[in-house]
């Protein structure tokens, strides 16, 4: 018998979210990119393994904190001094995750796979900013948080990464655990009826 097919998270809400975006005329968009592959990458950034990943990548690893490099389908978020999430579209996991340790050879180098764990809200439009924050204590203004710009941060009552996209109509990723994707969206929904398409 064949394995049944995976359930995002926030599958039961997707059709919440699409009512929210209908009903904002275009301000903004709310939706679930699910099944993103996620690695967390630990290693020296000033060690042979670094540089040896990101040939093999073909990405360099950002080391300015709270930054974004992309290459192709390929996003890595600066998370600390040696740490990072790799982003990839769906079911990449093991290859990424074997051309990883392949590539640092004998060099110490941690990578683990935490698909599994998170979801990516996806937030855009013209009031996306204003929308996230509500709940948010960074300065999202685009000179502060523009494109290519990510941070750890508290969004509502829940610890999430928050990602800048390439422009300004892209919008924002927003990454976080799978057991309170369903709190996260009540409180982007929430928030979007309150102070967005109650002033449309």
Known sequence: MADPAPRSPLAQHAHRLTAA?????????????????????????KGPAAGAVGLALDLHLPTQPNTVARAGHLTAL????????????PGA????????????????VSVTDVSAQHTTLLVSGPRARDLLAHGCALDLHPR??????????????????LIARDT???G???LVRSSFAAYLTDWLLDAATEHLLGST
């Not at 600066?78 to 999430?85: A, N, Q, R």
């Open 21 to 45: 975006t209908r009903a904002s005329n275009g301000t903004v968009r709310l939706a679930e990119i699910p099944f993103l592959t996620q690695l967390d990458i630990r290693l020296d950034p």
């Open 78 to 89: 600066w998370l600390g001094p040696d740490e990072w999430l790799l982003v990839a579209p």
């Open 93 to 108: 996991e093991r290859h990424l995750e074997r051309g990883i340790r392949e590539a640092a050879g004998m060099e110490p």
């Open 144 to 161: 502060a948080f523009g494109p290519g710009r990510c941070a750890r941060t508290r969004l509502g009552r829940t610890q999430a990464v």
């Open 168 to 170: 300004h109509r892209a």
């Open 172 to 174: 924002f990723w927003v």
